[in-house]
């Protein structure tokens, strides 16, 4: 076996927006931990609440969404637990092209999603790889590092 061109992990609890939130809420708890009178036994449920929402987002930080690989002429994507490999050949791609995953600011991750012709692939970030094959068919992978994905899928796509 050959050395991937390219390697991305793409880890689920890393993106800025959902971040902040889950750390928006774990304040609020506190906050109305803290102004709760006499600190009755439903107020500290709060406390409980507020540091499972720390633990839960530093666990997230942790958990690999899935793994990008460019290698061997082809792409290989392999998800969480779960989810099975995604191989895409790209013998069988016409055309590759860089761009912005979605206009939305709020994306949800997704893994081998089939929508209207599309297949995506995302976790975080703004820029995304699209993909065209011989029967039509577009893949949308998102990536962090754009660039150096684009690149190598290039080089892959010369080799003999």
Not at 38 to 61: Q, W
Not at 98 to 120: D, E, M, W
Request: hydrophobic share 45%; charged share 25%; aromatic share 14%.
């Amino acid at each position: 076996m050959d050395k991937p061109a390219f390697i991305e992990k793409q880890y689920l609890g890393r993106e800025f927006i959902p971040i902040t939130i889950r750390l928006v809420l774990a304040m609020f708890c506190f906050a109305a931990y803290f102004f709760t009178d006499e600190r009755e036994r439903n107020g500290d449920l709060l406390v409980v609440v507020g540091f499972a929402i720390i633990i839960i987002s530093i666990i997230m930080g942790y958990l690999l969404h899935f793994r990008t690989r460019v290698q061997n002429k082809s792409i290989l994507l392999d998800g969480l637990w779960t989810t099975r490999l995604v191989k895409i050949d790209l013998n069988s791609i016409v055309k590759v092209e860089k761009g912005q995953y979605s206009k939305y600011l709020f994306n949800n991750p997704v893994y081998n999603l089939h929508s209207k012709g599309t297949i995506r692939f995302y976790t975080a970030g703004n820029d995304a790889i699209y993909l065209t094959d011989r029967d039509g068919l577009v893949y949308i992978i998102g990536s962090k590092h754009v660039n150096e994905f684009f690149r190598a899928i290039q080089e892959e796509m010369k080799k003999n």
